[in-house]
């Protein structure tokens, strides 16, 4: 006889995954393929792909990102 399912695994894996929201900005390292970029206050902002992203009122690494050479802003 098999053992019925726990729904409670299915739920906390998909609160893992976060969607990318349409309030945010995507750039490329034109470098890199994975690289963890730290931001002057301390935080970090994972490269993957190439790609990195951040929120539109994130002031900081958008002055970040926008100032190094190595990344370029995506049009989306």
Same mark, same amino acid.
């Given at each position: 006889?098999?053992k019925?399912?726990?729904?409670?695994?299915?739920? @906390?894996s998909?609160?893992?995954?976060?969607?990318?929201?349409a309030?945010?900005?995507?750039f490329?390292?034109?470098?890199?393929?994975?690289?963890?970029?730290?931001?002057?206050?301390?935080?970090?902002?994972? $490269?993957?792909?190439?790609? $990195?992203?951040?929120?539109?009122?994130? @002031?900081?690494?958008?002055?970040?990102?926008?100032?190094?050479?190595?990344?370029?802003?995506?049009?989306?």
């Amino acid at each position: 006889m098999a053992k019925p399912q726990d729904d409670s695994t299915t739920q @906390d894996s998909a609160a893992v995954i976060q969607p990318i929201s349409a309030s945010s900005l995507t750039f490329r390292d034109t470098l890199y393929t994975s690289r963890t970029v730290i931001l002057p206050d301390g935080r970090t902002l994972p $490269v993957i792909k190439s790609l $990195v992203s951040v929120e539109a009122g994130d @002031d900081i690494a958008l002055k970040c990102l926008k100032a190094h050479p190595e990344y370029e802003q995506l049009k989306e």
